[in-house]
């Protein structure tokens, strides 16, 4: 068994040093923003679902910073700076040096939690930010979505999320969210579960798998800029 073990080891070695040209790979950064309603240093869902996403992201050789939404005073408006006291430039300027934008939310009446519309709502300003090309700031940039709760309602929240964040720029990868639900108007969270079932688990990786993987193509490849008049 342990030689076995060994030449799977060997080989999935061999496959990794194959698509990367023998080399490591590009080092990458992701901001995961976890929209939890919960303050810290309380347990979250959102926030374990969030930290499994980082362990994932760190086998592909990206570095996360994990941030609860909650914690900081992230002003209402749509501009990227709403004034004194506002916290949301800070935390843009760590998702502008940041390759990947991981949203963690939980389910709360079907809807993303407020803190994630919160988000996206302060996102909007982006749209009319370019970067010295004249290319919406945003773009070379991939977002992931993981999503949390004891009722229904997760693809619809996937679906949200998703929307708001590609209409700002962000590239989104194939099969790039994952979540788990609960049984309907049952109280069992995904923390309270013994383990991680096997479907999130793999979701999981795949997600974090193709996020990684389509980061590095636009590192390499950026969207061309508009053409000029």
Request: aromatic share 4%; hydrophobic share 40%; glycine share 6%.
């Amino acid at each position: 068994m342990a030689v076995a073990g060994d030449l799977l080891a060997t080989v999935a070695r061999v496959q990794r040093l194959a698509q990367t040209g023998g080399m490591t790979p590009t080092p990458l950064k992701a901001l995961i923003l976890v929209c939890t309603l919960t303050p810290s240093p309380k347990p979250s869902s959102s926030d374990l679902l969030a930290r499994q996403v980082a362990e994932e992201l760190k086998k592909h050789h990206v570095e996360s910073q994990l941030l609860r939404v909650v914690d900081h005073d992230v002003k209402p408006g749509v501009l990227t700076d709403m004034g004194p006291g506002d916290a949301w430039p800070q935390i843009r300027k760590t998702m502008l040096e940041s390759d990947i934008l991981v949203m963690a939310t939980p389910i709360w009446v079907g809807h993303p939690a407020s803190p994630a519309q919160r988000v996206l709502e302060r996102l909007d300003a982006e749209l009319s930010e370019t970067d010295e090309k004249g290319r919406p700031i945003l773009f070379d940039r991939v977002a992931l979505v993981a999503v949390v709760g004891n009722e229904d309602g997760a693809h619809h929240v996937v679906a949200e999320l998703s929307q708001g964040l590609a209409e700002v720029g962000f590239s989104l990868p194939a099969q790039g969210s994952t979540y788990w639900v609960g049984e309907a108007m049952h109280t069992v969270d995904y923390q309270d579960l013994e383990q991680t079932p096997e479907v999130t688990a793999n979701a999981t990786s795949i997600a974090v798998r193709n996020t990684a993987h389509l980061a590095r193509l636009l590192r390499q490849n950026p969207y061309p800029a508009p053409p000029q008049d």
